[in-house]
């Protein structure tokens, strides 16, 4: 199977330190996250494909963070593929202290605004949403992570609703790690809830290039 990607094609992904994952540091900017491992098996299943990626992730970030950022990071590059994972960190301030957070409805608002821009300006760029996850057991969460739990399908609402009205692929990442945790403990895929080790990034490599198959 092939992805729908094309030889000359340019990828941008873009979100919080997940998608970072030190990419400044590394000489071809990739880091050493999901986004450098979706770039390898591009490169070992379709050779023949020269496809430019794009890391656009910075780690602390919420939505509100890419909004401001949008212009210079996303559409400078006229993408023809743009992949972004945000949520988390605006879920977790909005819990620690609202000031410093962004509420469901202020994620929806901005994640609106940045899918706008993109349409109005590169109508023909194809776009992944990806779910915030939360890697943690219901049966093991703790009080703050229970209250995570709790809010998390506001957030990831946001992701259904952005997808059906700009007509995007979304990826459910918390339903596949919920799924795993079903046969294995969440830290083999995560030391703590929010930033995957090595594993966790390659399940989300992995589902990124068989969403993206023909």
Not at 24 to 38: A, C, E, N, T
Not at 44 to 50: F, I, Q, T
Not at 161 to 176: D, Q
Request: proline residues 5%.
């Amino acid at each position: 199977m092939a992805t729908l990607i094309d030889s000359g094609d340019s990828v941008v992904f873009i979100g919080d330190s997940i998608t970072d994952c030190e990419h400044k540091s590394d000489p071809q900017g990739l880091g050493k996250g999901f986004v450098r491992l979706f770039s390898d098996m591009l490169l070992a299943r379709e050779p023949e494909k020269h496809v430019q990626i794009i890391n656009r992730g910075i780690g602390g970030q919420t939505v509100a963070d890419l909004h401001s950022r949008w212009q210079a990071d996303v559409l400078t590059h006229t993408p023809d593929w743009l992949i972004i994972l945000v949520g988390i960190n605006d879920l977790h301030g909005w819990l620690n202290d609202k000031k410093q957070g962004v509420s469901p409805e202020d994620f929806l608002s901005c994640y609106r605004q940045c899918l706008k821009q993109t349409r109005l300006q590169n109508s023909a760029c194809r776009i992944l949403l990806m779910d915030p996850f939360y890697i943690c057991s219901p049966v093991n969460a703790n009080d703050f992570q229970t209250e995570v739990l709790r809010l998390l399908p506001q957030y990831q609402k946001v992701i259904t609703e952005m997808s059906c009205v700009f007509h995007t692929r979304v990826l459910r990442l918390h339903a596949i790690f919920s799924n795993l945790l079903q046969h294995r403990q969440a830290e083999i895929y995560c030391p703590e809830p929010v930033h995957p080790n090595s594993t966790g990034h390659m399940v989300i490599a992995q589902n990124i290039y068989e969403i993206l198959w023909r």
